[in-house]
């Protein structure tokens, strides 16, 4: 069983990093499909034209991404079909529905555009409902090619997650599953990665069919561990044993699982609680805030976010004295609490946290340097402060401030704060 | 001129990104280099095989990353001198530097370590000073292959890009650059992908030694144009004249160029203007400050942000009539307007962004649908406002809104506004 990517456009060999690949290699692994290997190809008709034939020659399925654009240098439906040899054939329903995208947006719709509602004959359509061109999933029975199913999607991740989830795995999860794979991710903060490393280690070591990797990010680090076989049930069993030894060995530590987030883990407990939330943040500069309302729901429980850039709003909105800011400065402790108490009182939240410090790449002293932060945390019952020296990009301390202050809320709602 | 590149290690195919296409495909660029295409395989003895023997017949450059690991699977050494039939070759003073790694470690080496220290017989060494597998440069003279140089590169981009700019750049370099390559990026907002191709397109069919790329993200469209020849001023005006077409044609909807970005472009015209910006915002959560603030120094010019979640809030802070959202709801045109106004005596910031609308996917009715989503601006003289509906996930309506505020700022400070 042979699945080979392709996936196409310039942008990708010129400078674009393309997250399709680790996308599609993972999800197919989680239906014991792996990929056999990847080919990036420019939009160049030969090019695609020689890799095509090479690659249906040689796979079972072929999936391949980008060139379904409605501009000249989208080649895939194209060319796939000259290799094909199937025409195109304009979809009616398909044109409706790409001219309803252009309609909801109160815009006229390019004649280009009518280039996406061509399919290859006897293709079946996956709908796209983030973008406006379609999916193919065409399955061929060829004396030349050894392919038997081939899968165009468009480039954008936005556009091929949902189609990928929705229609694309079932369809080859019910023709081709064979292998179980099962994976875990658990997510950890408070332990550095080699920490995590060495904690772990006994564990990774002591496993044969088990893989193991271990992945930090603005200081989440995640755990990911794979099990195969084929006996579904010592699958699950192998998966659950490895997971409950490294939860005892991690504790507190692991903060989530698999598609969990930290925002999405405090926005459950301070549901769970009954608690509302809201934020005030100086150098995290609304991070803090975004983050928390990209979880559908969080109106429930967030409140209200101040971003107090200046100091004159920190005083004028949050009620900070200005003598604390004069006597200890915009980024310290006592006006981290400040600004907390003061949110706290004109929000009504349970919990407020208060962000405050450098984040670069100017504005840092010797005493008060680049990567310095604050963190205060007004609770119903009490009013705690914490500091951190964070290294990196303005970016990246914006970040790792952001999981800082989600984790320390988080510690605080389960009780084991702090770490 | 043809180079390939070869990324080599099973984790590519199974979850994990690979950001050294990118990376190498945009250095190569800039010594007017273009990868011809690049193929992924997992740590397989027959796969590598099969891709070397075909690509080293193929390409004159073949550029390899990943395999020079001390463990088992990795294979790169082994099959590339079986493939070019050369002796590995053990190379003492290499075996010294990975032993001192080491011992700067306080470490024992590994056994392993010492498959690290052979060299294809004849290659040149690249030094690795933040790992322990070197890179190799290999020339080659053959009558089977077309190949003339094979680079090996490990495979952790730490490692790689010290190892890329300081031998593997200047010796291709040296021996390849022929052509001049420039590149401009036009940063166009307020016109859908396929508008923007039609335009332009008069001028990409009447170009030949000129390459066009048109990418959209988040309503954000980017036009790559790319120009080669031998002679820089030749190529020099050859990319002005076209970039001067392409401005007489899309205007003002051409916000910015390369590396500049809405956020910073916004910024720039505050500071030219001597005015300051406050936002608040109700379904893009603090993304809209989030963005504001990522711009080092806009301390200057930002004053706050409001993250109004709940109606509470934007009555109690904002000092929205509570009647208008009863009448109007808080997704309305009235709403934003007060919520700008509000913003603006509280912060006596000259402009103000109110935004506000339904991110979803709960939340919206007939009337009011997912991805509504109302604009106020509050200049020193008027007020404006403006509705958009918008496709997508939660994250994407967050994203396609903060870009479609900024740029009604943007309009604003440049004097065209509306579109």
């Known amino acids: 069983m042979r699945v080979e990517l392709i996936c196409i456009g310039t942008e990708l060999l010129t400078g674009k990093v393309n997250t399709n690949i680790a996308y599609i290699g993972a999800r197919l692994n989680s239906i014991g499909l792996e990929l056999s290997n990847e080919i990036t190809v420019g939009d160049d008709k030969k090019e695609m034209e020689k890799v095509f034939i090479e690659s249906f020659g040689r796979a079972d399925v072929v999936i391949m991404t980008g060139g379904l654009g409605p501009t000249f240098d989208d080649l895939t439906r194209e060319i796939a079909s000259k290799v094909l040899r199937r ?15 252009f309609i909801d947006r109160n815009m006229e719709m390019p004649k280009n555009n009518e280039s ?50 929705n229609t694309v795995l079932p369809y080859l999860k019910s023709k081709y599953e064979q292998k179980i794979v099962k994976s875990k991710i658990l997510h950890v903060y408070g332990l550095p990665e080699s920490k995590v490393d060495e904690l772990i280690k ?93 979880i559908p729901g969080s109106s429930v429980y967030f409140r209200a976010g101040i971003v107090a850039y200046s100091n004159s709003e920190k005083i004028s909105i949050l009620n900070v004295d200005p003598e604390t800011i004069e006597k200890y400065g915009a980024v310290s402790g006592e006006t981290v609490l400040e600004m907390a108490r003061g949110l706290q009182v004109i929000s009504k939240a349970d919990y407020v946290l208060a962000v405050s410090g450098i984040a670069g790449p100017g504005g840092g002293t010797a005493e008060k340097p680049v990567g310095l ?10 009013r705690l402060v914490e500091k951190m020296k964070f290294l990196g ?6 970040g790792k401030s952001v999981n800082y202050a989600l984790d320390m809320l988080r510690r605080q709602l389960i009780g084991t704060h702090p770490i």
Chains 1, 2 share one sequence.
Do not use: W
């Open 202 to 294: 006994p564990i990774v070591k002591s496993e044969n069919n088990v893989f193991f990797t271990i992945l930090a990010h603005l200081s989440v680090i995640d755990i990911k561990i794979t099990v195969s076989g084929t006996d579904e049930m010592l699958v699950d069993e192998t998966l659950n044993k490895i997971k409950t030894e490294i939860y005892e060995i991690l504790k507190e530590n692991i903060f989530g699982e698999d598609n969990e987030t930290l925002e999405n883990i405090i926005g459950n407990l301070l549901i769970k609680r009954r608690k509302t939330l809201a934020v005030t943040e100086s150098c995290t500069g609304g991070l803090l805030s975004h983050r928390i309302t990209n």
């Open 116 to 165: 996406q509602a061509y399919i290859i004959s006897g293709a079946r359509v996956i709908t796209n409902k983030t973008g406006t061109a379609p999916g193919q999933i065409i399955e061929v029975k060829s004396l030349k090619f050894k392919v038997k199913n081939i899968v165009l999607l468009p480039g954008p991740p936005a556009e091929i997650n949902p189609m990928f989830e």
């Open 373 to 382: 932060v604050y963190f205060g945390l007004a609770t119903p019952t009490e």
């Open 393 to 398: 990009s303005r970016i990246e301390i914006k």
């Open 87 to 101: 025409k195109l054939i304009f979809d009616k329903d398909i044109m409706a529905q790409i001219a309803r995208h």
